[in-house]
């Protein structure tokens, strides 16, 4: 079935420094992804998305592009901040009931 | 106010209990979801919605039970609370495919 694999955590960065989160899937089809992010005490708020092959998304200074050829939707930021400290999780939608798989999340803390 | 609620925040109960668990969306979305969010596992489909009256089951459904005589309302039961039912329980919902879901705050329960 689908599945999404993201990296272990914790991440840990100093503000300022490249982050990068991999995420990789399995799916039959072209789903959409997707890339949520969780603050603590709080519900996961979408970040931004790719419906097709070779699009990008962006939001808030981190990016995604959806890639058929590695099956892959790496989240990419240049420069962290603090409050980018947060739980992060991708996801695929896929089928015609409109499941979000997950992924287990990446927690990334990022020290001043 | 539009958007997605949840109640309880916060609910305690005992072992072999009845709950709910009570979504209420303002958008008149055709699907609604309900999640659970466990250290280790991400987050889980239990049960989900495409319409009022038509639900189905997602990865972990067994001692839950939902219903949708509204579209805007998606409530979650225990029928018989266990400890390993203790969890953060997210509800969502999405227009389509492709937009993305919103998420409510959560209900954190623990079973004791």
């Known amino acids: 079935g689908d599945s999404v694999t993201q990296m272990e955590g914790p991440v840990t960065l100093s503000e300022e420094a490249f982050l990068t989160i991999n995420c990789t899937y399995t799916a039959t089809g072209y789903p959409s992804l997707f890339w949520y992010v969780q603050y603590p005490g709080e519900g996961l708020q979408l970040l931004l998305k790719a419906t097709k092959a070779d699009d990008k998304g962006s939001n808030k200074g981190f990016e995604a592009t959806y890639r058929k050829e590695t099956t892959s939707f790496h989240l990419e930021k240049g420069s962290v901040q603090v409050s980018d400290s947060a739980v992060y999780f991708c996801a695929l939608e896929g089928g015609a009931t409109n499941k979000l798989i997950f992924g287990t999340g990446t927690l990334l803390a990022v020290q001043p | 106010d539009a958007g997605i609620t949840q109640s309880p925040r916060y609910k305690i109960t005992e072992t072999g209990r009845q709950v709910t668990l009570m979504c209420h969306q303002t958008?008149?979305?055709?699907?609604m979801f309900w999640y659970r969010q466990d250290l280790g596992h991400g987050l889980r489909l239990i049960y989900y919605?495409?319409?009022?009256?038509?639900?189905d089951k997602g990865e972990v459904p067994d001692g839950y039970v939902v219903s949708r005589s509204k579209t805007e309302n998606f409530p979650l039961t225990l029928e018989s609370a266990t400890r390993s039912q203790t969890s953060v329980y997210f509800c969502?919902?999405?227009?389509?495919?492709?937009?993305?879901?919103?998420f409510g705050s959560g209900t954190r329960l623990t079973v004791v």
């Open positions: 958008w008149s979305h055709s699907y």
């Open positions: 919605s495409a319409a009022a009256d038509i639900t």
């Open positions: 969502a919902s999405t227009q389509g495919e492709g937009v993305g879901y919103t």
